[in-house]
């Protein structure tokens, strides 16, 4: 793999308390975020990327109750990832002056509604290393967006999570070689 710092971005999707605190969608994936070390995994990446100068781009799942679009905003009645709770908030200390953030997503896949495209060509993004809830949903159908759309995207493995190692495990080897864990993805940033 060919990499350009300044062509290269960490996309974030959903590192949000909806996830990382005390709750039900925390239940859903508690095992694996601990199991597999995924926030101290993601912290240690994101504070890499920093000090070389890569983008981090937070991709937020917010749903406005006002405003609903989408099935799932529509399904949860909008009492999930609520605009304005400290549930759809980013994880702390995952977020810092200077990131990037994506408006209007309102789907699974963070380019559906969102401005997520425009904030990657405007900034002469175009590898992409995807972190992120849950793995097989979200993660997944971002990185198949992403691909569609020609961007050079990978998954970083350990800075993932979803309900069980089984789903996490075959969107791995879905993804193949477009599957890389954090400690490599830093030794390649050199």
Same mark, same amino acid.
């Given at each position: 793999?060919?990499?350009?710092?300044?062509?290269?971005?960490?996309?974030?999707?959903?590192?949000?308390?909806?996830?990382?605190?005390?709750?039900?969608?925390?239940?859903?994936?508690?095992?694996?975020?601990?199991?597999?070390?995924?926030?101290?995994?993601?912290?240690?990446?994101?504070?890499?990327?920093?000090?070389?100068?890569?983008?981090?781009?937070?991709?937020?799942?917010?749903?406005?109750?006002?405003?609903?679009?989408?099935?799932?905003?529509?399904?949860?009645?909008?009492?999930?990832?609520?605009?304005?709770?400290?549930?759809?908030?980013?994880?702390?200390?995952?977020?810092?002056?200077?990131?990037?953030?994506?408006?209007?997503?309102?789907?699974?896949?963070?380019?559906?509604?969102?401005?997520?495209?425009?904030?990657?060509?405007?900034?002469?993004?175009?590898? *992409? =290393?995807?972190?992120?809830? @849950?793995?097989?949903?979200?993660?997944?159908? #971002? %990185?198949?967006?992403?691909? /569609?759309?020609?961007?050079?995207?990978?998954?970083?493995?350990?800075?993932?999570?979803?309900?069980? *190692? =089984?789903?996490?495990?075959? @969107?791995?080897?879905?993804?193949?070689?477009? #599957? %890389?864990?954090?400690?490599? /993805?830093?030794?390649?940033?050199?």
């Amino acid at each position: 793999m060919k990499l350009s710092i300044s062509q290269s971005a960490l996309v974030l999707i959903e590192f949000q308390r909806q996830w990382t605190d005390p709750g039900l969608y925390h239940t859903l994936i508690r095992r694996q975020l601990a199991s597999r070390k995924v926030i101290d995994s993601t912290q240690r990446l994101v504070q890499d990327a920093r000090c070389r100068g890569m983008r981090v781009i937070h991709a937020p799942l917010v749903i406005d109750p006002k405003h609903k679009r989408g099935w799932l905003a529509h399904l949860t009645l909008g009492k999930v990832f609520t605009l304005g709770s400290p549930k759809s908030e980013i994880a702390s200390p995952l977020y810092e002056g200077g990131d990037l953030v994506v408006k209007g997503r309102y789907a699974f896949d963070s380019f559906i509604g969102s401005d997520l495209e425009e904030l990657l060509r405007s900034n002469g993004l175009s590898t *992409l =290393f995807m972190c992120g809830f @849950t793995t097989d949903q979200c993660v997944a159908k #971002t %990185l198949r967006t992403a691909l /569609l759309k020609g961007f050079d995207a990978y998954l970083v493995s350990d800075c993932t999570a979803t309900m069980n *190692l =089984f789903f996490q495990k075959r @969107t791995e080897r879905e993804f193949g070689e477009r #599957t %890389l864990e954090s400690g490599k /993805l830093m030794a390649l940033w050199g």
